[in-house]
């Protein structure tokens, strides 16, 4: 997959293959990590990450929901299950083009998951529950007692 750096007949053609290799970028939907609570409320969380996740679609993006997944055969209130839901999660982090955080207060998870994003270099937006982009960093809560 990908452009070639060649012509058809065998060139080198650089010009050719930024061009064509522009064109294929921009058709391609960006990835982005669905960071919000899960443990507590579930019947509420999940809810709501389902309609994050249709936010997402209709931004044109491809979410990635690890905690709308993993669940399903994976047991929560399993501390061994829950790591390797963590660990699973954040290999699919790796693979996405932003973190897109939900609501004001991050639970312990979500704040692995963002400090992993920043070690990464993966761009981080935050959203309220009403999934409205939060542009300050003042307006978002605090991650155990320090704010960000």
């Known amino acids: 997959m ?84 963590m660990e699973m999660g954040l290999i699919l982090l790796s693979k996405c ?3 897109w955080v939900f609501g004001r207060e991050l639970s312990t998870g979500m704040a692995a998951e963002v400090r992993r994003a920043k070690k990464w270099n993966i761009p981080i937006r935050y959203f309220t529950t009403e999934c409205r982009e939060m542009t300050g960093q003042r307006e978002y809560g605090e991650i155990g007692g320090q704010r960000r």
């Open 2 to 85: 990908g452009v070639s750096l060649y012509n058809q007949e065998g060139y080198l053609d650089p010009t050719a293959h930024e061009a064509l290799t522009n064109i294929e970028r921009e058709r391609r939907k960006k990835i982005v990590f669905i960071c919000s609570p899960f443990a507590g409320d579930l019947e509420l969380n999940t809810i709501r990450a389902r309609r994050y996740g249709r936010f997402a679609v209709i931004k044109n993006v491809v979410p990635i929901i690890p905690h709308l997944m993993y669940p399903q055969f994976l047991e929560e209130n399993d501390p061994e299950e829950r790591k390797l839901g």
């Open 97 to 99: 083009q932003e973190l």
